[in-house]
Each structure stands twice: as C-alpha cells, then as structure tokens.
C-alpha cells in the first residue's frame, strides 16, 4: 500500500490564457517526466494533444497526468528528510464553453492551484472557476503567473482575490522585481531571497540575502503573514503577542496548511512559468498546504438499500467505492473512464457495480493516464486517479462499487445549454456515420445535447457557446470522416408560467372494448421561491394533495411522469418550460376503464390547455460580457453594447485599460467577436459567460414565437 500522506490530487485552473499549461509544462519537466520543455504557441504541450488545442493554442478537454516530486529538498537536491510525493495533477480549460471540463476536476480533486495573470489579474473566468471550487470546498493556493510581463503587480492581484473573490488571500512571497527584472521572490517564511539559474531552465535555483531595498516591505508582509496564521491558532496568538520572533518555521507551516485545508486562507505565491521561475516553490507549497486523501472529510454516499447516508474513507481495506467523472474515446484501447478512487482496491480484471444502471462491470485492464497516453496498472487503491477499460456502459457521474456495499455517491453539476444549431448529413453514407459519432461525443461531454427537430428531421446539437459548437463540428469532420452541413447558431430559449390557476381536465376516450379515461383536479403556476432555492437543479415542483382516494396513489407518479414529459415542450414556442409548480388535489377515476397511460396522457393535456392560460412567457439567455478596451474607443464599445440591449453594470481601470462589465440577452450576442474588433482596431478583447434566464421583451418574444409558429401547428 502507497502512503496515502505523500498522494496530491490538485488541478490548475484559471482564466483563458493565464498560464495553466505552461505551468504544466514546466511541473513534468522538472519532476523529470519530460526532458524538453513543450510550449503552447508552438502546438507542443504535452496536456495540449487534440489537433483542435495545438492549431488554436487552447486547452479543450481537461487532461490528466501522474508524477511524483522530492520534498523537501536542499537547494533543490534530495536531503536525509527527502520523500517522493506522488501527483495526480488536472489540465483544465480556460474557456468558459468548456467549463464542464473544470467542474468535473474539481468534483474529484482535492486541491487547486488557482492561477492569475500578474497583469490582469481576477478575470471573469477566475470567479467561475472560484465559484466551483467554493461549491465542492477545494482547498487551494494562489500563484500569480506571468510576473515577467509589462503591467505585472504582485499585491495589487492580492488585493483582487481579497477584494473580488471575498478570499483570506496570504503572500507567502514577495517578488524580486517586475517586468523584465523579475529575477526571483522573498520567501516570507524563510526571511531568504530565492533565484533562479536561467542557464539551466529554472532546473536549479540559490538562495541569496533579501535585496536591501526590501528589507522594510519583508518586515511587515511578515508579520502581517504570522499575524494570520496566528489567529487561526491559539498557542500561536500568544507567541505572537510576547515575541513574533520566537515562531517556528514549522510551526508556521503548519498552521498555514491547517487554514489552507479548512479553506480559511489562500496562500498566494508568484513566478513567471514561461520563464522558468516559481514552479519548483509552488510544487513545494503543494506538498506542504494542500491535502492528502486522508485530510479531506470522509466521502459521503447514500446507501441505495436503506436511504442513509454511509461514509467511505481513503483506506485501500475499506469496500471499494468509485466516481467516473469524464468518458473519453482512444483510436486505440477503445473507451476509457476516467475514475477517482475513493476507497477500497480494485484489480484490474475484476467486477464492480454500476449504481445507475445496477449492473455489475468488468473492469479488464486499469490505465495511469499521462495526458492521452496510458499506462498499464495491476491495480488502483483509494485516493487515486486512474482511467478503466472494457466496460459496457459507464457514463459521466456514475458510481461504481462493491457489490456488496452499495453506495452512491454525490454526482456533479452539469450546467445548461444556451445555444444551438441544426446539422444534417452531406451525403446518405454519412446518416449513420453521424448517429454515431454524435453518440460518442455526448458521451465524452455532458454539457452537448441532442434532439432531432419533428418537423424538419434536422438534428439540433445544443451547447455551450459558439466555440463549442465550432470544436464539436470539427470533431465530427476530423474524427469520426462525417461531413455535415450546419444552419446558424440558434439560442436555447425557455418558457415559463408568471400566473397560477386551477383547471380540470378529463380524459374520455371510448373505442369498443376498454376505454381510457381520467380526470384531474390541478393548478399550475411558476414555483415557490424557497423551493427554487433549495433545489438549483429541479424544473418541477410536484405536490401531491389527494386525499380520501378520489385518484389511487398508484396514479400519482403517471401524473408527475406526464406534467414532466409536457415540460419539454411549451405551450408559446415550443422550448422548455422551467421552475412550474403543479399541485395535484382532486379528481376522479374509472374502475376498468382508468390506468396509469390515461393519467400520464390526461396531465400531458392538462398541461397543454391550462398552460395558455397561466400567462406563458418566454425566457431568454442573458450573459454576462466583461470588455477590455483601451481607452479611445470607450464611447463606440458602450454604444455598441446600448445597441444589443446591455445593461451595462460598471467600469473599471485594469493595467492602464478600461474594463467594461454588462450583461447582455445571448440573441444580440452573435459575431460580436468580429464586430469589436474592427470597432477597436482589434485592440479590445472580451468574455463572455451565462449568467441568467430573464424575460423576453414583448417585441422579441413575438418574433421568436412568430418563427416558431410553424413547428406548433401540429398542437392547434
């Protein structure tokens, strides 16, 4: 068994070009599992290998890599107290399109290297991926990248984590210079100055006197770090008080990593990846501060036979218990899942049980994932990462474990589409290649839905934005040889009730022999405010008022299956109905004529005749846009953003450019890429990211409704 003491599962995450991969790059170039450095403009990163990353320069699909790093070491050389640290280290996407790709990492990861640009400091991207790692308690360090840069301002980021983010963020460094004298950092802790050889790639590094000038500076971040972790300390706070001084740099290192781990403080650091400085301290950080498997809180589960919640702990003797959280396609082992091993031991060759579909899996052979290539294990024990082949159905969020102790476990947030478009097959050889292939890649991403279209036949992908559509397209082209003919992006519009009433609806329908029929007493309206509350992910609040039999309880649930089905389809345009609540209290039934399809078919009707009445409105896809443009081009940037009905909600002054935020419906939002370029002399640059569904306008909802109105033919 590995000590569980020395396992880091940590993922790097941040804003589009922040430095993920570059640093990296640089982590398997200095823990010796690459020996020449890849970089990402040349298309030669090693968690970059799609075709789509290398030509555009981006990270799309999160990727995984082992390796193991000495700690602690002497001026970078192992010591008599060296031990090997393995890591399971994430790649993620910066792009907020591919946002599933962070939430899955973060679901199984135990710690983050949240990264920053030293230029421009928290991004909208940087508040997202904030925002994922709060919503699975991610312990995580702040390393301020690109230190190297014109603009790069250390404190000033601190200061937006603090600020932005609402984070206790703690500098344990203070950089050595700026721009092009960025030369090395202040270890706070250690009162030393640290320098990195650039003859040797940043291999190798010396520690020097702090420079003269920043002596007084040191002093305070100092005690404004002891400070800090003192407070989080009692024994600490009174060693504090009598002499600052008489602070271990163990024992501060200790605290630190109990305040880390309890997500009280973020200790920010600083480097420059591409230039070789800062990684090394960073990976040390992450064997001092982040978690172990066996830090983290025991895994919660619900135990499928009795309804109670079961605990799971990082032991390898403990009943296995696993979550796939990412499906991926190789042209040749086949399909892999990728799984966090929570507890227990499983051989490769043996059988585990899938919780969702309640069947027992063989898992033939368990991989170690090195960004897309594997190798081969004998076996995976808790607090690992690994992929498994030879499996039959697996999907994104299942749980697999012992059969003989069931369990299941917490699944992830998958966020909804807001976009879509219709692709048809160029040629009759190409329909099933497409039915396929499109299978595949709904597999490999949670985030891609498909539907075919009734009237037209078309297929309709939905998505995450435009570059998603655009990366799975190309896919299709490239991987799977289908060609296909695509219409314009469509937005992925909802509806919903603003009003409550009460309808009857009654079902007769007499064909010889038995009949149907059912009668339902009901209101439908928008659901409650606490329950929208309670339940994020939940479209339908189903409440179930019958009393003294006047419907049996058997029906019920055909009542909730049928109002749900209804839901896919609104009574206005046709698109889904979200937040409806339906409270079910009176009817009648048929002894041999009523059964579970009339009742499912008689809320379908229900829904369709009350529905008109309940004031339908049509919701659209609001984002949120943050622009960067320099200063002269202001005026045309807002303007411009009045014109698409932006609500503009404040500007601000980042690295001497303005900084516009606003939010702005998806529909106006097409191509303007291309349109703030050429406003800006293609100096400005934006982000865009979904922020909320909110009403339509009267005029656009007509219009949509209008165009729709040939599709909802079939229902009048």
Known sequence: MADLRLQRNFGIAAHID???????????RYTGMIHKTGEVHDGGATTDWMEQEKERGITITSAAVSCQWNFPTIQGKPGPDTKKYSFNIIDTPGHVDFTVEVERSMRVLDGLIALFSAVDGVEPQSETVWRQANRYKVPRIGFVNKMDRSGADFLNVVKQVKEMLGAKAVPLQLPIGAEDNFKGVVDLIQNKGIIWDAATEGMTFEYVPIPEDMVEDVQIWRENLIEAVAEYDDSLMEKFFEDPNSISEAEIHEAIRKATIDLSIVPMMCGSSFKNKGVQTA??????????????????????????????????????????????????????AFFRCYSGHLDAGSYVKNMRSGKNERISRIMKMFANKQNPIDFIEAGDIGAAVGFKEIK?????????????????????????????PKTQADVDKMGMAIAKLVEEDPTLRVNTDEDTGQTILR??????????????????????????????????????????????KQTGGRG??????????????????ENPKGNMQFVNDIFGGSIPREFIPSIQKGFQNAMDQGVLAAYPVENMKVRVFDGSFHQVDSDAMSFELCARQGFREAGRKAQPTLLEPIMKVEVITPEQYMGDVTGDLNRRRGMLEGMDTRAGAQVIKAKVPLSEMFGYVTQLRSLSSGRATSTMEFSHYAPAPNNVAEEVIAKSKGKLKSDD
């Open 18 to 28: 922040a430095g993920k991969t570059t640093t990296t790059e640089r982590i398997l």
């Open 283 to 336: 990976l040390d950080a992450v064997c001092r501060y982040l978690p172990s498997p066996m830090d983290i809180e025991d895994t919660v589960g619900i135990n499928p036979e009795t309804g109670n919640e079961e605990t799971r702990k990082a032991d390898a003797k403990a009943p296995f218990a696993a979550l796939a959280f990412k499906i991926m396609t190789d042209p040749f082992v086949g399909r892999l």
């Open 396 to 424: 994104t969020g299942d749980t697999l474990c012992d059969e003989n102790h069931p369990i299941v476990l917490e699944n992830m947030f998958i966020p909804e589409p807001v976009i879509a478009i219709a692709v048809e």
């Open 463 to 508: 998505g995450m934005g435009e570059l998603h559509l655009e990366i799975i397209v190309d896919r299709l082209r490239r991987e799977f040889k289908v060609e296909v003919n695509q219409g314009a992006p469509q937005v992925a519009y909802k509806e919903a009730f603003k009003k409550t009433i009460e309808h009857r609806e009654t079902l007769k």
């Open 516 to 533: 149907k029929f059912a009668d339902i007493v009901f209101e439908i309206g928008p659901a409650d405010e606490q329950w929208m509350t």
